[in-house]
């Protein structure tokens, strides 16, 4: 598996006498000479077959933070910034989040024995990496076609790999096979894990962090000399996640995807064309005694994109690279009417009715080599963004409205008294009003690297990069306390509500880096300082509150989504030493890093949502042949600056000391790991509230949900 923390050029593998009805579709547009390079692979293929579970690992490596969620959904956080505002790309393909609690995020679709590649830019991502973001993107790839000689197809490769962590008493599995010749290739790679809830530093269950997943890809390519067709067909299955700090769970995800990529290699440069569809059906409701409850709520989305890329040489230091995308976004959002309820029914209420959102994008970006020092990359990106709903409807019939439709239409924008209302009045004043909504996205960004010498560079860059509602954020209209507690993915305990008059998020960032390596590149050092200022950012303002419990830590706010501005920075440092090399004690290699983030609302109006507090982590690996050994110790500061609005929870500063070692013999890879070796307690600074505990309990308030204690994790994987 490829891990990178910059987004590479696209590699293109080779091809069969494939595609002349496809390429028949582009040939107006196409016209190769030079054939493509062929990549020709023998031998076991297992780089991935020792990574279990969710992806969180991989990305983690890589600087990535997370909100915590469900087992396989937590949410990535890129320079302070979560959920929507970090493009995450499967294959090159855009997967919304279709639910209320954004239960199921793209990354909750890989598996980390699926992934090949895996590609990290944060802040001033290229313009043809993906739009529609503000934080950054991460790309996953899961194609990744090999060949073989010969016209026989024939067995290539596998591995099935296991692990067990006892810590929720976790068992995990993988397995990958592939048959190819010199054209055809056919790849399968399938993740199965189920876990019980995890136990804190204290030996207490964390209850309702539970899950069962399984995940599916199918790929199929073919090729010759000049071009590739890859299908790629996906199935997910999770027939349940808790999530301890959201006040349901997922009781089903069903999904299928289909993703076809053609490449063709041309005589100055090359040609790439993709569609895609992703659909799933989602569930929430309760399955446990951890948290108990009787509310169904259903979601069926449908994601729908193409995309067209053109790079081009057009001089020994100049690359241009020029795309059309279309993404195509369709959601049902409803919960169904409980039979004999006075509350739920006697109709379904319908939270969002045939939504759409539609994108559509071109861009251009230039790559050019200025000097043997300098390197510059600019790029442009136009983007339209619409979205609509249909007609809603709450549980009851009954409206107790006292004004009229002409005052009703006022009472959706934030700054009126929206509390004084119920959900039937809600429902009309949203059915009354224009709901389309649509805007224009144009982003650029700018990127210059300049070699000092042969061991030090310094990187400069600047973006400007926007994001529009989801629907979500736009079209939930709901006002009541048990409705308004079902939309948000904070994990905060709070209930939010639409506004169909939020503008798009317009950031921009400056960024440098310098990087500095040791002459036999025996030491590394690389500091990164980056500043972001978002024009209308989508916050919340509190406009209600309540209490179920009859103490004060029992209050929670209802909050409306509003646009602010506000300013994020941050600093990053990191190091790496050899510190010895020798036959008879092999490798030593000591690695360091520590970062910084701050975000706050413009004109001292507070501080932002789950901004990690300054944390820093030093290992020791070691490495003698197939034996690779690490220890590493993680410290998080202590979280003092916290939303207010959002009735955010400090936490204390912690450490962990983990223990890693992997041993490859043969064809076994035999891997051993202590999480957490002292079996400390302590909270997730990014970790929101325990829902579960407080519906347990209530007088105990909203308490921050606790880390894993100590889990010893032991695998093994074979390869054949």
């Known amino acids: 598996m490829q891990i990178s923390s910059s987004m590479s050029s696209s590699c293109l593998y080779s091809f069969s006498p494939i595609a002349l009805a496809f390429s028949s579709i582009f040939s107006l547009a196409i016209h190769a000479e030079e054939p493509i390079e062929v990549v020709e692979v023998s031998g076991h293929q297992q780089k991935n077959a020792n990574q279990f579970g969710s992806v969180d690992d991989l990305l983690k490596q890589q600087g990535v933070d997370f909100s915590a969620a469900g087992g396989m959904s937590s949410l990535p956080v890129l320079n302070g910034m979560m959920g ?46 993906g739009g529609d973001n503000i934080a950054g993107v991460i790309s996953v790839n899961e194609i990744a076609a090999l060949y073989i000689e010969g016209n026989d197809i024939r067995w290539h490769s596998g591995y099935a790999s296991a692990q067990y962590r006892s810590n929720s008493q976790a068992n995990s599995i993988g397995f990958g096979a592939r048959m190819a010749n010199q054209y055809f290739s056919l790849d399968y790679q399938g993740a199965y894990e189920d876990a019980e809830s995890y136990e804190d530093g204290h030996g207490d269950k964390v209850l309702d962090s539970l899950y069962r997943a399984q995940n599916h890809a199918l790929t199929a390519a073919i090729k010759d000399d ?191 008294p929206i509390s004084t209302l119920n959900n039937n009045d809600a429902a009309d004043i949203f059915n009354a009003m224009s709901r389309k909504r649509s805007d224009t996205l144009l982003d650029a960004t700018l990127s210059a690297r300049y070699l000092i010498d042969a061991n030090q560079q310094i990187e400069f860059g600047f973006a400007r990069k926007n994001r529009a509602p989801n629907l979500y954020e736009r079209y939930s209209w709901g006002v009541s306390t048990m409705a308004t507690t079902m939309i948000g993915w904070f994990g905060d305990g709070n209930g939010y509500i639409g506004n169909p008059n939020l503008a798009p998020e317009t950031a921009h960032t400056l960024s440098a880096t310098y990087i500095d390596s ?32 009859s103490v004060d830590i029992g209050k929670r706010n209802i909050l409306q989504f509003t646009n602010v501005d ?73 979280k003092k600056d916290i939303d207010d609005r959002r009735l955010e929870n400090t936490t204390k500063s912690y450490h962990l000391v983990n223990l890693h070692s992997k041993l490859n013999w043969q064809d076994v890879t035999l891997s051993f790991a202590i999480n957490n070796v002292l079996n400390a307690y302590y909270e997730l600074p990014m970790g929101g509230v325990s829902i579960a505990e407080y519906k347990m309990d209530t007088s105990q308030g909203f308490n921050q949900l606790a880390g894993a204690g100590r889990s010893v994790n032991i695998g093994v994987s074979y390869a054949f």
């Open 518 to 549: 040791g002459i036999n590149n025996d030491w590394q050092l690389s500091a990164n300082l980056w500043y972001t200022s978002v024009k209308d950012y989508i916050d919340a303002q509190v406009i209600d509150s309540f209490n179920n419990t």
């Open 84 to 129: 929507d505002r970090v493009k995450v790309l499967i294959d090159g393909a855009d997967i919304t989040a279709s639910c209320a609690n954004h239960m199921n995020p793209p990354l909750s679709y890989v598996s980390a024995n699926q992934v090949q590649v895996l590609n990290v830019v944060a802040g001033i991502s290229p313009v043809s990496a």
């Open 566 to 638: 506000a300013t994020l920075y941050g600093v990053k440092l990191a190091g790496s030493l050899q510190l010895s090399d020798s036959e008879t004690w092999g490798q030593w290699q000591l690695n360091a890093d520590i970062s910084s983030t701050r975000g706050k609302r413009d004109n001292n109006n507070g501080d932002l949502y789950q901004i990690v507090p300054l944390k820093s982590a030093v290992s020791i690996e070691h490495q003698s042949g197939d034996w690779q050994n690490s220890v590493e110790w993680q410290w998080v500061a202590s």
């Open 226 to 416: 000049k071009q590739q067709l890859a299908i790629k067909l996906t199935h997910q299955n999770i027939p349940f996640q808790g999530f301890p700090n959201q006040y349901m769970d997922m009781t089903d995800n069903k999904s299928y995807g289909i993703t076809s990529l053609y490449q063709r290699q041309l005589d100055d440069g090359k040609f790439e064309a993709q569609v895609n569809w992703h659909g799933v059906k989602h569930e929430m409701g309760f399955f446990s005694d951890e948290k108990t409850g009787m509310m169904p709520m259903k979601t069926d989305a449908d994601d729908y994109s193409y995309r067209l890329n053109w790079q081009f040489i057009t001089s020994k230091n100049n690359t241009v690279n020029v795309g059309h995308e279309y993404f195509d976004y369709q959601l049902d959002d409803w919960w169904p009417a409980i039979e004999d309820s006075m509350m739920m029914g006697p109709n379904d209420y319908l939270n969002i009715n045939g939504g759409e959102r539609q994108r559509m994008a071109v861009f251009a970006e230039t790559t050019q080599l200025l000097s043997s020092s300098w390197w510059l990359s600019a790029g442009i990106r136009l983007e339209h963004v619409s979205t609509n709903t249909g007609e809603v409807q709450a549980y009851t019939e009954d409206s107790s409205m006292s004004m009229d439709m002409s005052s009703m239409s006022m009472s959706m924008d934030s700054d009126m």
